[in-house]
């Protein structure tokens, strides 16, 4: 008796479990009636009847990411991995095609990304796909929004997210960067060293002029100090060629006196005795008398010849 009242209790219990289902968040679910689609249900609590409709599937609505990964060649015949990340959805209005026109949409979206990449990198050398790996990114997104919009699928983004060459080829970029760098490093380096030897001619022209200067002030105050000393003997009785030859006597001894006071200077033979210095004083004017009388012949020569 009780087994007869368990076996319909169970069955009843079973029917009830079969004739409800959930759908979660961000989920739909498809309905077949006897193999025939029926509705889309989306989340929440459904009812449906035991044996006569079932749940074909389910699709998530949520953003989903494929990578793929495409070894193609560059324009200067580079072969090189790209990795490019799609990301995508099923569109809400959509999920009958997304579920019945498409069996493996991973597969389809694997196929376009390869024909766009393949078709696009080998226009560019391997530098360019660097600097235009948006513009890679943005015809693989064209391609698939409007080929997978037929299948209910909007492509949200698709980001180029790695680009690997050969390890042969990054290192042969690697050294021509550390040879730029070390050129320009060079170059640097080379200005550098022509602004200090330029600066350094500069400050040894400007001291070597001042120096001329110096030279020259020194001697116009040593003639200005002999002119004066020598009116100062004129008018003490001594004439000017005494007067001369008493002043190159006393800086005669004046010299040797400062030679012989610096401890660090080599050995100077000169003459020392009192006819030294107005020998000195003698050959001195008979040059000086000599060489105005070469001017003067000069000149008159040369007058001559102007005027032939």
Known sequence: MNTLFI?????????LFASYFIVKQQ???IIETFGKF?????SGFHLK????????????????????IIETKTKDDVF??????????????KVYDAFYKLDYPHDQITSYVFDVVRAEVPKMKLDD????????????????????????????KTLVTDIDPDAQV??????????DREKTAAQYEGDAQRILIVERAKAEAESKRLQGKGIADQRREIARGLEESVEVLNRAGINSQEASALIVIT?????????????????????????????????????????????????????????E
């Open 7 to 15: 076996i319909p209790i169970v069955l009843a219990l079973l029917i």
């Open 27 to 29: 989920t739909a679910a």
């Open 38 to 42: 029926t509705s889309i249900r989306q």
């Open 49 to 68: 009847i035991p044996g006569v409709q079932r749940i074909a599937g389910r699709l998530s609505l949520k953003i989903q990411q494929l990578d793929v």
């Open 80 to 93: 090189v991995k790209i990795k490019v990340s799609v990301q995508y959805k099923v569109i809400k209005d």
């Open 129 to 156: 796909v660097f600097v235009k790996k948006d513009d890679i990114a943005i015809a693989v997104k064209s391609e698939l929004n409007e080929a997978m919009m037929t299948y209910g699928y909007d492509i949200i």
């Open 170 to 179: 990054k290192e042969a970029m690697n050294r021509i960067n550390a040879a």
């Open 251 to 307: 800086q005669h001894y004046d010299t040797l006196q400062s030679i012989g006071g610096d401890t660090n200077s080599n050995l100077i033979l000169l003459p020392n005795n009192p006819n030294a210095a107005s020998s000195m004083l003698t050959d001195m004017v008979a040059s000086f008398a000599a060489t105005n009388q070469i001017g003067e012949s000069m000149k008159a020569a040369k007058s001559k010849k102007i005027k």
